[in-house]
């Protein structure tokens, strides 16, 4: 049974950063593409980060790249989400997910999601 559990999550203001921690039980996580999405509240979910197999990034929205940054320990079965110069646009419930596949960098709706983690960043 795979197993994705997120943490790291909180309050924090505005210019302040937070890391998020994802951990991946159940799958061979070195052969698995995992990432991070989003949800703020009345909005569709968004997708933030993905990380490939070999390591191939993928960002959604190119205003996350001077203040985002995903990254794995395979040795741990972790992938991680830092997050620096936090906005309070950037309020949401924070998800992780898993793939196990080599052909994709991010993971789709029918993969392996976990139960979320929720960021809120005050003004």
């Known amino acids: 049974q795979v197993q994705v559990v997120e943490s790291g999550g909180g309050l924090v203001q505005a210019g302040g950063s937070l890391r998020l921690s994802c951990t991946v039980s159940?799958?061979?996580?070195?052969?698995?593409?995992v990432g991070w999405f989003r949800q703020a509240p009345g909005k569709e979910r968004e997708g933030v980060l993905c990380?490939?197999?070999?390591?191939?990034?993928?960002y959604y929205d190119d205003s996350m790249k001077a203040r985002f940054t995903i990254s794995r320990d395979n040795a741990k079965n972790t992938l991680y989400l830092q997050m620096n110069s936090l906005k309070p646009e950037d309020t949401a419930m924070y998800y992780c997910?898993?793939?196990?596949?080599?052909?994709?960098?991010?993971?789709?709706?029918?993969?392996?999601w976990g139960q979320g983690t929720q960021v809120t960043v005050s003004s």
């Open positions: 997910a898993a793939a196990l596949t080599r052909r994709f960098t991010c993971p789709r709706a029918s993969d392996y």
């Open positions: 990380i490939s197999w070999s390591g191939n990034t993928i």
């Open positions: 159940g799958l061979t996580f070195d052969d698995a593409a």
